[in-house]
């Protein structure tokens, strides 16, 4: 019995001690290769055209603009008043040809200065002692 156990015990030994077989350590998963993909569209020719105004009174906001384009030509202008009552024009052109071209014009407003009125004197009431 006690030779079964010493074999026994031998080869748990042998067993714990020998290198167990790692499988999956080596394994690399494969590259996946990316070849690209373009869209082909039509060749078509580009066109919009929109505009748009805005006059708040109550904010005082005014400004407007307009744009076009015909092919890879953009034609457009916006306009804005400015704090001081002027009014700033700018009209643009751009394409692949020229760039962008910008044309500002300054109109001078006549901008309303508040007039300032000195705040009333405050009167106090007579402190009596008594």
């Given at each position: 019995?006690?030779?079964?156990?010493?074999?026994?015990?031998?080869?748990?030994?042998?067993?714990?001690?020998?290198?167990?077989?790692?499988?999956?350590?080596?394994?690399v998963?494969?590259?996946?290769?990316?070849?690209?993909?373009?869209?082909?569209?039509p060749d078509?020719?580009?066109?919009?055209?929109?505009?748009?105004?805005?006059?708040?009174?109550?904010?005082?906001?005014?400004?407007?603009?307009?744009?076009?384009?015909?092919?890879?030509?953009?034609?457009?202008?916006?306009?804005?008043?400015?704090?001081?009552?002027?009014?700033?024009?700018?009209?643009?052109?751009?394409?692949?040809?020229?760039?962008?071209?910008?044309?500002?014009?300054?109109?001078?407003?006549?901008?309303?200065?508040?007039?300032?009125?000195?705040?009333?004197?405050?009167?106090?009431?007579?402190?009596?002692?008594?």
């Open positions: 019995m006690s030779l079964q156990i010493a074999v026994l015990l031998a080869l748990f030994g042998v067993a714990l001690s020998s290198p167990i077989a790692q499988y999956g350590h080596g394994y998963a494969p590259v996946a290769a990316y070849h690209g993909h373009e869209e082909h569209y078509a020719h580009p066109a919009y055209k929109f505009h748009y105004n805005v006059h708040d009174p109550h904010t005082g906001d005014v400004k407007s603009q307009e744009e076009s384009r015909d092919g890879d030509v953009v034609h457009g202008s916006y306009s804005l008043v400015e704090p001081d009552g002027g009014k700033r024009t700018v009209e643009y052109t751009a394409s692949h040809a020229h760039g962008f071209n910008a044309v500002v014009h300054k109109e001078p407003g006549h901008h309303a200065v508040p007039a300032y009125h000195a705040p009333a004197p405050a009167y106090h009431a007579p402190a009596y002692h008594g």
